[in-house]
């Protein structure tokens, strides 16, 4: 063969390969500001072309690593084509990281979002892949699917619903003759009793900014059954001076001035508060239902169980609230394989491994969770409607502001001197109402 024929012969083998791995990949969406479209629902792994795809896992529940790593394992003994690539950060964290990746365009598959105003400004970021028509959908509840559509669309689906409250030690109260508090005078007296006897009273951590927004989240819901409590204060038809915000403070304020918080408590990280708790270095835990799967990572021979704060005239309510929400960037390079991901993760058998594992209820209508702790639970939580109090459309308000006034409270400063000066900085915000 002549050397021209040879080397026209190389091109043309170099020129089908190009093709045939440009046919292989699955093309990047297009930036066009509409949400990117969804891939066809699949429930098999797609071919891995050019080796083993890397799928990128991005959350911040640490606390849930060690059940997230559980179900990485299964799903990749199920796919072996695809290797999931988790990677968490701590909450105050979390959020300024992702928004640098969605606005950088790469490096992301399945992340995770709060419901609230975390959803709606990644929302107009257009994070999103739309995951309409997706199999998993129709075994969903429908409470979960509402926290996570827009535009007649679904784009995220929360893994569980949670409420705050007080996690107990049962052994504690039992050796001291104390009954689980209905009344606020009843729950002084308990926590009196446990100082008493030497032992810390509550294990806080306020080290974490999100940890101080759960007092308010769930002393609010106490006094008003409004869901449109930060609408309202926007607008200026509540604001932060009004009687049911003084009220939902001025509890935390009394339990500092009767030394029922740790005393190093501004000090203290969320994973350590829940070790103290875990280790019966302290009686009570103040957090949420979400927490119950990392105290028994920590203690599996603990008992205890959890109940709604008794604040003084009010009546005692669980806040639910959407929790974490798994999700698809909407300029994924692994569109097919991050939806396999989500309709496994949200399987039956699956739902039911998060949910007995974590200690929250389950998205999945067909999942048993048969834990008796979290039955209870589910009980408790029964008792409530779904509350935005916790994430809102301005996390300006309802995470930082909140979580300035519940640490100042918790802090023992003057409980109108804190909310005349969050009203000013409301003010000063600017927000608007969507139109």
């Known amino acids: 063969m002549s050397k021209k024929l040879l080397s026209f012969a190389v091109c043309i083998i170099m020129i089908v390969a190009l093709l045939a791995a440009c046919g292989g990949n699955t093309p990047a969406p297009s930036d066009t500001g509409t949400p990117a479209p969804a891939p066809e629902p699949s429930t098999s792994a797609p071919a891995a072309s050019g080796g083993v795809i890397d799928l990128s896992f991005f959350h911040w529940k640490g606390e849930e690593q060690t059940t997230w790593d559980k179900i990485i394992e299964m799903f990749e003994a199920e796919n072996e ?26 490096g992301l598959d399945v992340f995770m979002v709060n419901p609230g105003s975390r959803f709606k400004n990644f929302l107009k970021a257009d994070a999103f892949m739309d995951l309409t028509g997706q199999p998993f959908l129709d075994e969903i509840a429908p409470v979960f699917l509402t926290a996570g559509q827009a535009n007649g669309a679904q784009y995220i689906v929360p893994l569980s619903k949670s409420f705050v409250g007080y996690f107990y030690n049962k052994t504690v109260f039992n050796d001291l003759g104390l009954s689980v508090p209905t009344t606020w005078d009843e729950f002084l007296d308990v926590s009196a009793a446990i100082k008493a006897s030497g032992m810390e009273v509550i294990s806080t951590g306020m080290a974490d900014a999100w940890t101080n927004t759960l007092p308010w989240i769930e002393n609010l819901v106490q006094y008003t059954s409004d869901l449109d409590v930060y609408p309202k204060l926007v607008s200026g038809e509540y604001k932060l001076t009004d009687d049911i915000f003084v009220k939902t403070l ?61 604040n003084p005239g009010a009546n005692i309510v669980a806040g639910m609230q959407p929790d974490q929400a798994p999700c698809v960037f909407s300029k994924t390079k692994n569109a097919e394989a991050s939806m396999l991901f989500m309709n496994f993760i949200f399987s039956k058998d699956i739902m039911e491994f998060y949910a007995n594992s974590t200690g929250q209820s389950s998205p999945n209508v067909n999942a048993v969770v048969d834990d008796p702790l979290i039955q209870e639970f589910s009980q408790i939580g029964n008792s409530g409607q779904i509350y935005p109090h916790n994430y809102s459309l301005w996390p300006q308000l309802d995470q930082d502001l909140v979580a300035e006034m519940t640490y100042r409270a918790m802090s023992g400063e003057d409980v109108n001197t804190i909310l005349a000066d969050a009203q000013q900085k409301l003010e000063a915000l600017g927000l608007k109402l969507e139109e």
Request: proline share 5%.
């Open 250 to 310: 001025t509890p935390l304020k009394e339990m500092y001035d009767k030394g029922i918080w740790m005393k190093d408590a501004s000090g203290t990280k969320y994973d350590t508060s829940i070790t103290l708790f875990a280790t019966e270095q302290a009686a009570m835990f103040q957090n949420g239902t979400w927490a119950t799967g990392a105290i028994r990572d920590t203690n599996p021979d603990l008992d205890f169980s959890i109940f709604i704060m008794p």
């Open 81 to 106: 084509g695809i290797k999931v690539q988790m990677e968490i950060l701590p909450e105050d964290q979390y959020y300024t990281s992702l928004q640098a990746r969605v606005m950088g365009g790469e």
